[in-house]
């Protein structure tokens, strides 16, 4: 199973940065993913998650109404949205699978896979 994050950046405050992650060795409409964040000296925290049953969506209450979620099964492909971007989403954003539905942003020890990282940061 491999998870590959892409699409991060310098962004200033106020932009928007789209992030994708591809999934191959699974079959995505049987997994939830989820997209993580760790800034510098903090834990990792939940972002987003999408049950792909049926798509539900979830968010953490920090980004709710700024971020979206969606996939693209025939494209085994998860994207995170990120608009009205503030400095302190500054972090290593992940993404994660876990082969069960999760309605819910789930924890880190919930995943089943993870992916590589890609940095995002928002400064002027």
């Known amino acids: 199973v491999q998870l590959q994050a892409s699409g991060g950046g310098l962004v200033q405050p106020g932009g928007s940065l789209g992030l994708s992650c591809v999934v191959s060795g699974i079959t995505l409409e049987y997994y939830s993913i989820a997209w993580f964040r760790q800034a510098p000296g903090k834990e990792r925290e939940g972002v987003s998650c999408i049950a792909n049953s049926v798509g539900s969506e979830s968010y953490a209450d920090s980004v709710k109404g700024r971020f979206t979620i969606s996939r693209n099964n025939a494209k085994n492909t998860v994207y995170l949205q990120m608009n009205s971007l503030k400095p302190e989403d500054t972090a290593v954003y992940y993404c994660?699978?876990?082969?069960?539905?999760?309605?819910?942003?789930?924890?880190?020890?919930?995943?089943?896979?993870w992916g590589e990282g890609t940095q995002v940061t928002v400064s002027s």
């Open positions: 994660a699978a876990a082969a069960q539905y999760y309605y819910w942003v789930p924890t880190p020890q919930d995943m089943n896979y």
